[in-house]
């Protein structure tokens, strides 16, 4: 069994009358990469900005390693590496010295070369931050969180506002840390970056944890076998009696879907109130529940609204 | 320690590569060295029409007889239209006191027996009759002031003769030299330097420090140092030395300029000159950090900067004397830690402008220095802190 590497007790942060985190508790194993989920607002950043040390609880504890450390002590900031949502850096410095510099800030240390090979970026090594693109800037940002070969590694969502080559490029190198035995801490809003990446899946909800798990873990949990998801042709206002249909929820614009474990009752009945409200179903398809199905069956919500 | 230097060296190669660091802090000291020198090295010269002198006059004894002639030059030389301001004084001391202080140019003593060695030199010819004036040996002013009033007493000679009825008498003045300094020239190029030195301190201290500190905190680089093991002391520390480090550039590249291009060089190379600068970066580097300290904003920083900057450059006195400004703003001149710093330069050179003691120049720019920084460590966890 891994041993807890972070130990987080009825974590609590209030903004006013706003709970940002009111009261979780979780831990985190060595060598695991846990995905928090949440849509905007959920407490994530919060969450995670206080295991970094920037941000204190208002109620709680915070554990790191055997020795019990606080998230502000100099050995926990020497062990864990940060990248953060937005990054930015000294502009007029080019990528291999901020990394040097970086470097120059922790006790021990990773080879420049070494991690600029790690994150793809050999050809922009002397290229200054600011001519960066974005793409590049996060995954030099990850190679900053990597500089202190850190035992623990916060990624805030990595790979927001990345275009898909981008993004598929970063989870390369996450995945790769994953494989070298780094343990990770993953916001995202992208399902298919946690499962993909992530050992264990926690979804954050105004400010509390809603769900975890591994991903089967947390799909079984929805007790759904299926999923049925159309669209509505035209533009006439959707009848009211289409609406009460059971387990159907609004997905965007005029598409829908129901959760069932009976696919062809479900399908049969979904035609003959078309048929008696004269609607037209288009793209019409049944699949299996995913994280997504999963966040909205307990939120009642899209992950990215 | 490395830790720190490590940042420091990063933090200044950053802001050195950018166009407006490099532009404002090491090229515009030298073109506005170059064009404050040409446009107006040649208009001081040793040309003192319209300048008035100040005197401080003191009566040993009352004049009387045709000693009075002497009380109507005084109070001639000192009308509305006359070249002396004058102040009485009832002791030497006092008179001297304000003299060294630069609140007089020269004063004149009066000694007790005068209208009698008038009276006795005119009917008897006993020689000559000796007025004490002291004056400051290396201040232009006071030395210009002590010879107009020889050539003054002169005239009064004259005027003793025509109305003793043709006897001479010999009113002399005794030259008293207060300081020992050796005569010096005025030098414009010499004059501006420390006003275009600290105009480039300026400019380092109250843009790029302020503003490169809030616009770290804004852009989020704050926020990603703060995940590592840098301290917030060693934070400021290499923000510091970096600061450090572009005055030096900029001063040696004035110091050059100064040196082999306007030939400029005793004064500015004493090591009290170049103390004084240092003292002078201290001083704005925390004025600045104050300024960092009361802006969250970028644009509010920018605005307090500038403002500052203006006003510390020009209600300062570092291009032009500004003691003779009105009340209304001159209270902004003695409250500026500029008008301390510049003078005080300046002093050491052997110039004397303001009227105030080094006593002052040093202490008044400590007092901010001490303030600037306590409102800096009060506001920093404030405007710095990430939370």
Not at chain 2, 48 to 58: E, K
Request: overall charge negative; proline content about 4%; hydrophobic content about 45%.
């Amino acid at each position: 069994m891994p041993r807890n590497v972070v130990e987080v007790k009825d974590l609590k942060k209030y903004y006013g009358e706003t709970k940002a985190v009111d009261g979780i508790e979780f831990d985190l194993r060595e060598g695991e990469v846990l995905a928090i989920l949440g849509p905007n607002g959920a407490g994530k950043t919060t969450t995670v900005e206080m295991l970094e040390g920037l941000r204190k609880p208002d109620h709680g504890t915070i554990e790191y390693f055997e020795e019990r450390l606080p998230p502000s002590s100099d050995r926990v900031k020497e062990e864990i590496g940060v990248q953060l949502q937005s990054s930015s850096f000294f502009e007029y410095l080019s990528v291999k010295e901020t990394l040097d510099l970086f470097r120059g800030l922790y006790r021990k240390s990773i080879p420049s070369k070494d991690l600029i090979r790690e994150v793809s970026l050999q050809d922009k090594e002397k290229t200054y931050t600011k001519n960066l693109s974005g793409g590049q800037l996060q995954r030099l940002a990850v190679a900053v969180a990597l500089v202190n070969d850190p035992r623990v590694v916060f990624l805030d969502e990595p790979t927001t506002g990345l275009d898909p080559q981008a993004r598929r490029m970063l989870w390369e190198t996450i995945s790769a840390l994953k494989n070298g035995g780094k343990t990770i801490i993953l916001t995202t809003h992208y399902m298919e970056e946690a499962e993909r990446l992530a050992d264990r899946i926690m979804i954050m909800d105004q400010g509390k944890i809603i769900a975890r798990g591994t991903l089967l873990e947390l799909i079984d949990s929805i007790d759904v076998e299926n999923i049925v998801t159309f669209s509505v042709q035209g533009d006439t206002p959707i009848p009211e009696g289409f609406l009460e249909v059971e387990g159907l929820q609004h997905t965007e614009n005029r598409e829908y879907s129901v959760t069932t474990r009976d696919v062809e009752r479900t399908l049969g009945r979904l035609f003959e109130i078309s048929k008696e409200f004269d609607m037209l179903l288009d793209d019409v398809t049944i699949r299996k529940p995913n994280l997504e199905d999963v966040f909205i069956t307990l939120t009642g919500k899209k992950l990215r609204d | 320690m490395s830790r720190m230097w490590n940042f420091t060296s990063g933090l200044f190669k950053s802001e050195i590569r950018e166009f407006q660091v490099m532009f404002w802090s090491f090229i515009f000291p030298l073109i506005l060295y170059f064009i404050l020198t040409s446009v107006f090295g040649s208009l001081y010269g040793d040309d003192t029409q319209g300048i008035s002198f100040r005197v401080g006059i003191v009566r040993e004894e009352s004049l009387s007889g045709l000693g009075m002639i002497l009380d109507k030059v005084i109070e001639d030389i000192s009308s509305e239209n006359g070249p002396f301001v004058k102040k009485e004084y009832g002791s030497v001391d006092e008179a001297l006191i304000d003299l060294k202080e630069g609140k007089q140019d020269i004063v004149l003593v009066i000694p007790e027996g005068t209208s009698a060695k008038i009276a006795s030199a005119a009917v008897l010819q006993t020689g000559e009759v000796a007025l004490r004036v002291h004056y400051i040996s290396g201040k232009d002013s006071s030395s210009i002031a002590s010879n107009v009033l020889s050539e003054i007493i002169d005239e009064v000679n004259l005027e003793i003769r025509r109305q003793s009825g043709g006897e001479y008498v010999d009113v002399v003045t005794e030259a008293k030299t207060v300081s020992a300094r050796e005569e010096k020239p005025f030098d414009y190029r010499e004059y501006i330097f420390p006003g275009v030195a600290l105009m480039m301190i300026l400019s380092v201290a109250l843009f790029n420090s302020p503003i490169g500190l809030i616009q770290y905190r804004v852009s989020g680089v704050n926020k990603k140092l703060y995940t590592t093991p840098l301290k917030p002391l060693e934070y400021f520390a290499g923000h510091f030395a970096k600061l450090i480090f572009t005055m030096l550039i900029s001063l040696t590249l004035l110091y050059l300029t100064a040196i082999f291009v306007y030939n400029v060089r005793g004064p500015i190379l004493d090591i009290r000159f170049i103390l004084t600068l240092l003292f002078s970066m201290v001083v704005t580097i925390s004025f600045g950090l104050m300024i960092a300290s009361f802006s969250k904003k970028l644009s509010t920083v920018t605005v307090l900067g500038q403002t500052l900057y203006q006003l510390m450059m020009f209600l300062g006195g570092l291009y032009f004397p500004v003691f003779h400004l009105p009340w209304g703003i001159r209270w902004l001149v003695y409250a500026l830690p500029t008008t301390y710093l510049v003078e005080l330069s300046r002093r050491v050179m052997g110039y004397q402008f303001a009227p105030v003691s080094l006593f002052w120049l040093i202490l008044v720019p400590i007092i901010w220095t001490a303030f600037s920084t306590v409102i800096f460590v009060i506001n920093f966890k404030k405007v710095m802190g990430y939370e």
